[in-house]
């Protein structure tokens, strides 16, 4: 037990006498026209300063963890009023025996206050009781601020680099989902021995760039996107030739910001469910435009009557995009799925920053 009070004072010991020495300052800067010499000043507002910082280790470092904290309000009720009282009674003392003994002229209109200027008196004086209570406990409400404070911006702290965590994880959780489906468009057009084997590696080195050195901060301009989008579709197109049918409109400047790969996904997914197991010709309808201080993004893609009537499971990606939105745009987003017989559709709506 001797050791825990030594090891917590040792951790406290700086930042309460930093605290002490600007309560001290701020004592000596707005009392001075009281005393009646600097001397006086000092002593009274080191010995002040002094009490109350030792009020406020005791109420932050044991009172409150211990009770409070503890929901031991009662408990803590009663600490808080034995404390005040034992420090009101060492300042009488320190009043009766010390500052008006050294310092009578300073103090002798102080003493008339009482009708009962003996010990006794002065302790069953409440307004007196009351006013000395509030000065020694000041400095604790202020600790407490400043705790509160820090321990606010330490929260604030830990939930951004925890967000930055949860971001990376799902970008690498996003990326070799990409990855995967794109080699697989290669490996596809190797074994035809296709000429168009050179474009492909092209679009995808440009692709490779953009997704490990030009994405890394959680927004980009809306016009590297739809680069990395049409990278993306002319592979697709190369892939299944005449077996899509792909439209693509933008109404944008291009220079809006917008989270990586969000769009990238809903496109992977148009072509994994609408495209791949289609027999005839799919279509995909992709459409970003701008309303207000709004993005709008709508994807539509036709369903193959192989799996129509089967229950459609959400992607990998279409998951993580949901969590990254909630990351991203938290109420600064809509989305809407329709999945039905013949289509599937996605429209979103994100709030432009």
């Known amino acids: 037990m001797l050791q825990k009070f030594q090891e917590l004072i040792e951790t406290s010991r700086l930042k309460y006498l930093v605290f002490g020495v600007l309560i001290f300052v701020f004592s000596v800067s707005t009392s001075s026209w009281y005393f009646s010499s600097t001397y006086e000043l000092l002593i009274t507002c080191s010995i002040r300063t002094l009490l109350q910082i030792i009020m406020a280790f005791v109420i932050v470092e044991f009172l409150i963890p211990h009770f ?46 009482f009708n009962d200027a003996s010990f006794l008196g002065r302790l069953t004086n409440l307004s007196e009781f009351i006013s000395k209570s509030l000065y020694l406990l000041y400095p604790t409400f202020l600790f407490l601020v400043l705790n509160l404070y820090a321990e606010k911006q330490h929260l604030l702290k830990l939930n951004e680099q925890k967000k930055t965590a949860e971001l990376a994880a799902l970008k690498h959780q996003l990326n070799p989902h ?109 459409q970003i435009s701008k309303e207000n201080d709004e993005l709008v993004f709508l994807i539509k893609n036709s369903v193959p009557q192989v799996i129509r009537g089967k229950e459609n499971t959400s992607s990998i990606g279409l998951k993580n995009i949901k969590e990254q939105l909630e990351l991203l745009y938290p109420k600064a987003h809509g989305l809407i799925i329709n999945n039905n017989p013949r289509s599937f559709s996605a429209h979103l709506k994100l709030g432009l920053i």
């Open 68 to 113: 409070l904290n503890k929901k031991k309000s009662t408990l803590f009720a009663i600490s808080i009023i034995a404390i005040l009282l034992t420090f009101y009674c060492i300042c009488t003392l320190i009043y009766m025996h010390y500052f008006e003994i050294t310092f009578h002229s300073t103090y002798t209109n102080y003493i008339k206050r």
């Open 178 to 286: 990409f990855l995967f489906n794109t080699l697989n468009n290669l490996h596809a057009l190797t074994l035809k021995k296709s000429d168009d084997t050179s474009k492909v590696i092209e679009k995808l080195s440009h692709i490779l760039d953009y997704i490990l050195y030009r994405c890394n901060d959680d927004y980009v301009t809306l016009n590297s996107e739809i680069k990395l989008i049409n990278n993306y579709l002319s592979l697709e197109k190369i892939r299944y030739g005449d077996r899509v049918k792909i439209n693509f409109t933008q109404r944008v400047s291009g220079e809006e910001k917008i989270a990586p790969l969000l769009l990238l996904t809903f496109i992977e997914n148009a072509f994994k469910h609408g495209v791949a197991q289609e027999i005839n010709q799919a279509s995909i309808d992709i």
